[in-house]
């Protein structure tokens, strides 16, 4: 099992906010690494693009948004929907 970087979870952040072209004080945000009790880091968006979590990091079409691209995550990470508003980045 492969062990996730702050960079790498910051990395994934940055492509969710330069997919949605989110603006730098209303984009999503990284999780301190011990905001839950679960394994690899969180990235939160509250504000996002409606169905933002169901279209990263494989892409699609939004109900009210443009069509997302297929996200190329960095090496040695996946990424797990929680809710609406958030992901986990996990190690591969």
């Known amino acids: 099992m492969s ?11 940055d492509l969710i906010a330069t997919v949605f072209e989110a603006q730098p004080d209303y984009g999503p945000q990284l999780m301190d690494a011990d905001w839950d009790d679960g394994a690899g ?9 409606d169905g933002w979590t169901y279209a990263v990091p494989f892409g699609g079409a939004l ?16 990424i ?3 809710n609406h508003y958030s992901v986990r980045v996990l190690p591969a």
Request: aromatic share 8%; hydrophobic share 45%.
């Open 80 to 82: 797990d929907r929680i």
């Open 3 to 13: 062990i996730l970087t702050d960079v790498a979870a910051e990395q994934v952040r």
């Open 63 to 78: 109900e009210y948004g443009p069509e997302v691209p297929e996200l190329s995550l960095p090496a040695g990470v996946w």
């Open 41 to 49: 880091r969180v990235i939160a968006w509250e504000c996002g693009p």
